[in-house]
């Protein structure tokens, strides 16, 4: 018998890189270590001054290729935020915080929990 993958939404807020005072409204989004960038609705994104920087191919779970364009934005949910690439999702496509934005967070995901755990960064020191 498998046992079904936990899947949990979060809340997260975004705001401009460069005018932190340009708050988008919490969205409700699946968080989904399946994908690598945090897709959030392009009108909020637009809404907040998030400017497009390039478009990006991407492969859906249907194995369907679409381009779509990226930007960055501060991301937070439950407590932790980080800067990150985020992808400007189009009307049908799903809400996502992808691993990327996860490991900004400096987080573990806690499926049986719906939680994040927060975990300690490794840090490379030069060799003399």
């Known amino acids: 018998m498998f046992a079904a993958m936990s899947m949990f939404k979060v ?9 932190e005072s340009l708050i988008a409204p919490p969205v409700e989004v699946l968080v989904d270590t399946g994908s690598e960038l945090t897709w959030l609705p392009k009108d909020l994104l637009s809404a907040i001054k998030v400017a497009p920087v390039r478009k990006r191919s991407f492969s859906t779970a249907t194995k369907q290729l679409v381009m779509r364009e990226t930007g960055y934005a501060i991301v937070s949910a439950e407590g932790f935020e980080t800067v990150d690439e985020v992808v400007f999702a189009e009307p049908g496509d799903m809400t996502l915080l992808g691993v990327r934005t996860l490991e900004g967070f400096g987080v573990m995901v806690d499926n049986i929990a719906h939680r994040f755990v927060a975990t300690t960064t490794i840090v490379a020191v030069a060799g003399r």
């Open 11 to 19: 809340n997260v807020v975004a705001r401009n890189t460069k005018d």
